[in-house]
């Protein structure tokens, strides 16, 4: 149980094109999603989180008009890269907690994003 | 601030011997303590969590962890590593909000 996926694993896109990434839970209602980046032999950064329904919650120096997220329903998170250059290349991670799992988290496996 | 340290970047030991990871955090209370591993082309996968009580927590796969409070530590261990133990492991802790904040991770590199 408790998994989520993401989709694209890879995506390779050419500067000032927008990428769209999608999470999902698959067997539990994600009432918070986060999304994190991940920089090579780096930690994962919190870039936002998300509730269902809501707005996104950007950490600090986190542009919300650069990555876009969309939280429409309990099972989908999206992530949109807009107008991406190539220092947006990087490891993207999704998780989602339901409302009973205090601080626990499930990852996805991560989307790897190359712009050119 | 807030911070969360794996002093080691990289470790690698031989298949079979024991395992100590270190992981030290600064926060002026006990945070949520939790241990991820990363396997390539899979998602961060939880080891173990300590909250509260018992000091010393088993997870997954072998694997426990011993939060000292006095040292501000929770240091991961496992007596006998296997070759599938090779992989990226992070200290993450939540400090008092659903956030978490990871280390920087140690890769592991197990040897024949």
């Known amino acids: 149980g408790a998994v989520v996926s993401q989709h694209p694993s890879r995506v390779i896109c050419k500067s000032g094109t927008s990428v769209k990434i999608e999470c999902r839970s698959l067997?539990?209602?994600?009432?918070?999603m986060f999304w994190y980046r991940q920089f090579p032999k780096k930690s994962l950064m919190l870039m936002a989180t998300s509730n269902e329904g809501s707005k996104a919650t950007y950490e600090q120096g986190v542009e919300k008009d650069k990555f876009l997220i969309n939280h429409a329903s309990l099972t989908l998170s999206t992530l949109t890269v807009t107008s991406a250059h190539p220092e947006d290349s990087s490891f993207y991670i999704c998780s989602a907690k339901t409302s009973g799992s205090a601080y626990e988290q499930y990852f996805g496996p991560g989307t790897r994003l190359t712009v050119t | 601030a807030q911070s969360v340290t794996q002093p080691d970047i990289h470790i690698t030991v031989s298949e079979g011997a024991s395992l100590e990871l270190r992981c030290n955090y600064s926060?002026?209370?006990?945070?949520?303590l939790f241990w991820y591993v990363q396997s390539p082309g899979q998602g961060l996968q939880l080891l173990l969590k300590?909250?509260?009580?018992?000091?010393l927590v088993q997870g997954i796969k072998g694997f426990e962890a011993e939060f000292k409070r006095s040292q501000s530590s929770f240091n991961l261990r496992k007596p006998s590593v296997h070759w599938s133990d090779a992989a990226e492991y992070f200290c993450a802790v939540a400090f008092g909000n659903e956030k978490l904040t990871f280390g920087t991770g140690t890769r592991l590199t197990i040897i024949p």
């Open positions: 300590y909250f509260s009580g018992d000091t």
């Open positions: 926060y002026g209370a006990t945070p949520y």
């Open positions: 067997d539990f209602q994600a009432t918070t």
